[in-house]
């Protein structure tokens, strides 16, 4: 039968308050992920989460390159914004925000891992070089629809989607579950306006649950 899952982005620590790479209000995330995969498993469905996951020497962080976080330029032969170092492996920066129900994820995909590219999609790094193995878990378990939340909306949550679509996914946008950077005022509006127009469905999470009641 073919099935549906939630795919939480990146709600770790380091995105939210406190935290290396803070994004405004991204703790209010939570508590729509929380009421989501409650809705999800209260149907059956599958809930997988993706987790930034840098080495401590990773070519995305500033502290590499001797630049203040958020100049751009180049890595690896990609645009690349330069990012305060954040997600480390095994630092409590990259673990999963601990108001989050994580005992009902039924899998975790580690992404950033390749010091030399950065990677916002949880499918691929920035060049599509290397797959995760979100792609494959979903295909094996006959997942062919997605609802997206997560941090941060302009980067990771937007490459994300449009990767997912690339794949042939349908895909569900919850956009009260997202949060993002805004190096530019207007960034995550746009974000949403370029997935929607690849195809994404946007809903808010009271919209959402009264389409599917």
């Avoid at 976080?69 to 954040?86: A, V």
Wanted: glycine letters at 8%; charged letters at 20%; a negative charge.
């Amino acid at each position: 039968m073919k099935q549906r899952a939630l795919l939480l982005v990146d709600l770790q620590n380091d995105f939210c308050a406190g935290g290396a790479l803070a994004v405004a209000e991204g703790d209010s995330t939570v508590d729509v992920a929380n009421a989501l995969i409650g809705w999800c498993k209260a149907r059956g469905e599958a809930v997988v989460a993706s987790q930034d996951w840098h080495p401590a020497d990773h070519g995305s962080f500033a502290s590499q390159h001797n630049v203040e976080p958020f100049t751009q330029g180049e890595l690896d032969g990609l645009p690349q914004t330069f990012w305060p170092d954040h997600c480390v492996q095994h630092s409590e920066g990259a673990e999963l925000h601990p108001l989050l129900n994580s005992k009902a994820i039924d899998a975790v995909f580690q992404k950033g891992e390749n010091p030399n590219i950065d990677s916002y999609s949880a499918f691929f790094d920035n060049g599509h070089r290397q797959k995760t193995g979100l792609d494959q878990w979903l295909r094996h378990h006959e997942i062919v629809e997605l609802i997206v939340m997560g941090l941060a909306t302009d980067y990771c949550v937007k490459f994300t989607v449009l990767d997912a679509l690339q794949l042939g996914y349908r895909v569900n946008v919850i956009t009260d579950g997202c949060r993002g950077v805004n190096i530019q005022r207007q960034d995550s509006a746009q974000a949403f306006m370029d997935m929607a127009a690849e195809g994404a469905t946007l809903y808010t999470l009271a919209d959402w649950q009264e389409t599917q009641a």
